[in-house]
């Protein structure tokens, strides 16, 4: 990999697991919003600690680079169930956050893509195959 498209990936992986890792004292201390979310998906408390198992995961996975690809992965999933979340269930605006919440959302989904173009020599042959390469 270049050292341009290292520099790259890395601010990718930092942007997505530092927007991952901050919400987990929310969801872990049962803030009221992510409380709020999960029992309006009806997912309240397990969907909340499962929710933010699969965070932290994810946002260690993508500080170590060997593993960034997988953790993308893991949070592209994760996030791409939130956005469908809030585009069919929840709104774009949760309790009045003018949509912050949706918008990272979207930020580590497309941080999460990236890393995994940009590390897709850490996934099995097949996912290669699958990934664009640039």
């Given at each position: 990999m270049s050292a341009r498209r290292n520099?790259?990936?890395w601010i990718a992986q930092v942007v997505a697991a530092a927007i991952l890792l901050q919400t987990l004292f929310f969801k872990f201390s049962g803030a009221p919003e992510p409380v709020h979310i999960f029992t309006t998906l009806g997912a309240e408390p397990?969907?909340?600690?499962a929710s933010g198992v699969a965070e932290l995961i994810a946002g260690?996975?993508?500080?170590?680079?060997?593993?960034?690809?997988?953790?993308a992965l893991l949070a592209a999933g994760v996030m791409a169930g939130a956005?469908?979340?809030?585009?069919?269930v929840l709104g774009i605006d949760v309790m009045g956050d003018g949509g912050t919440?949706?918008?990272?959302?979207w930020i580590v989904l497309f941080a999460s893509a990236t890393v995994?173009?940009?590390?897709?020599?850490?996934l099995p042959a097949l996912a290669r195959r699958i990934v664009p390469a640039l």
């Open positions: 520099i790259i990936a397990w969907g909340r600690y260690i996975l993508l500080l170590i680079p060997s593993r960034a690809a997988w953790g956005i469908v979340s809030h585009l069919t919440l949706f918008a990272m959302a995994v173009i940009l590390r897709r020599d850490g």
